[in-house]
Each structure stands twice: as structure tokens, then as C-alpha cells.
């Protein structure tokens, strides 16, 4: 099994518990407004990998891997290469190596069975959550909410961990009330270990500049650290 690969992280640290090797896969179906990677977006890019190739690879770094570290499948968007992703996993749970998916579901089908094996290959699932609204999903993204919020569920029915990231954006996923729904929604999962803002940053703009990509969000800062805080304590149930 080929996969094409962006890029490769061998002592990834916010990816997931513990030192991390992250296998960044190379296309997204998604456009969403703030990404700092749309170098990723091309389905075609990347480099041709095989899951082998990538395994052996990433099993160089195992002794860094300590209890809690291990392999992260990340993006672009890893589910837009599922077969890819099972093979790999398959050979990864084969040598004991803790495996982790930085996904924001938007690929899940139901009813794929495809999907019952990545639930059984996965110790945890990082599920970016862009916004719990449809309609402003639809405005971020280009998509539809309905497969992540979908997939959050399966995972969950399964008893997969996760770890729900939401990526703060100002004047656009900060609203209090969306985020307090998004803690509802949170609230109705038993799976979930922890809840991560992501405050958005400006570092991808030059991406967009070197690609000839118009970029949306450039008047928009940072969001202040009262914000940020003021999310945590929303989606962390303290407010």
C-alpha cells in the first residue's frame, strides 16, 4: 500500500502524550479559512510512501517512545488516505507501538466498515472540531459539520479515546454561546480525556503568498490570552 506523504516530524511533542513520531499525509477536501498548511491541500502532492517503507521508518524512534509516546497519523487530512492508514497501523499495533489519528473526520462515512478496523487500530483520536454550527462550519470549512460530529459519536460508541481540539478564531469560532454548545455536545461523549484550544496564529500567511492563494483572514489577529482563557474554561466545563 502507496500513501502519499507531506512531511515527517521525528520528535513530535504536541501531537498526542509523550514524544511522538507524526506522519503528516498530504491532501485535505476541506478549505478551511485559517489552515497554516495549505501546502497540504493537493491530494496529488507529496511523496509516494509505502506503509512499510514508513513503518520501518518511524520504528527507528521507538526507544524515545517511553510509556506514553508513539506514532501520530496527522495532515492534511490522514482519513482522505484510510487504506493508507489501516495498513500502517496494522503494522504499527503488530509491534506494540501506541497509535494516534490528528483527524477532523470529515471523511467518515457510515456504514464504511473500513472504519470498525481504524477504531480497533487507534489508542486515541485527536478530532478538531472547527465549529459545532452548521452553517458557520459550512462558511469556515467548505463543508459540512454532519461526518465529524458523526464520526465524534462512532468513535465514542466504540470507546475510543479522544482529545477535542478547537481552533479559536476571532470574531469567528470565539463566540461564547457556540462554544458553550460545542461543550454540550462535548458533554453527551464519555470519551473524551481532554478538551485543547488552539489559538489561532498567523504563521501559514507566506504559505498562501508562495502558492498565489488569496488569504481570507488577513486582517485577523491572534486572539487575546483573556479569550483563550475565557474558551478554556467554556469547553472545560468551568464556566
Known amino acids: ?27 485535505c477536501p476541506m478549505r478551511c479559512r485559517y489552515c497554516h498548511n495549505p501546502d497540504t491541500w493537493n491530494a496529488e502532492g507529496g511523496t509516494p510512501r509505502s506503509a512499510e517503507e514508513i513503518a520501518r521508518e518511524v520504528l527507528k524512534y521507538r526507544n524515545y517512545f517511553a510509556d506514553r509516546g508513539g506514532v501520530t497519523v496527522s495532515g492534511g487530512e490522514p482519513l482522505l488516505q484510510l487504506d493508507f492508514v489501516l495498513e500502517l497501523f496494522g503494522r504499527l499495533k503488530e509491534k506494540g507501538v501506541n497509535t494516534c489519528l490528528d483527524t477532523s473526520g470529515i471523511c467518515y462515512r457510515e456504514g464504511d466498515e473500513r472504519f470498525e478496523r481504524l477504531a480497533r487500530l487507534t489508542d486515541l483520536v485527536l478530532l478538531d472540531i472547527k465549529h459545532i454550527d452548521e452553517d458557520a462550519h459550512r462558511a469556515l470549512t467548505g463543508q459540512s459539520n454532519k461526518n465529524p460530529l458523526a464520526f465524534a459519536r462512532f468513535l465514542d460508541e466504540r470507546g475510543v ?3 477535542i481540539r478547537h481552533v479559536l478564531v476571532p470574531g469567528i469560532t470565539d463566540d461564547d454561546g457556540a462554544l458553550m454548545r460545542l461543550r454540550e455536545f462535548v458533554d453527551t461523549l464519555k470519551n473524551v480525556e481532554k478538551v485543547e484550544v488552539l489559538p489561532y496564529h ?5 504559505k498562501y503568498k508562495k502558492l498565489g492563494i488569496p488569504y481570507s483572514l488577513e486582517d485577523v489577529q491572534p486572539p487575546a490570552k483573556e479569550r483563550v482563557e475565557n474558551a478554556r474554561r467554556i469547553l472545560r466545563g468551568r464556566a
Open 161 to 163: 479515546k479522544m482529545w
Open 202 to 206: 498567523t504563521m501559514g500567511v507566506q
Open 1 to 27: 500500500m502507496v500513501g502519499r506523504v507531506h512531511s515527517f516530524e521525528s520528535f513530535g511533542t504536541v501531537d498526542g502524550p509523550g514524544i511522538r513520531s507524526v506522519v503528516f499525509l498530504q491532501g
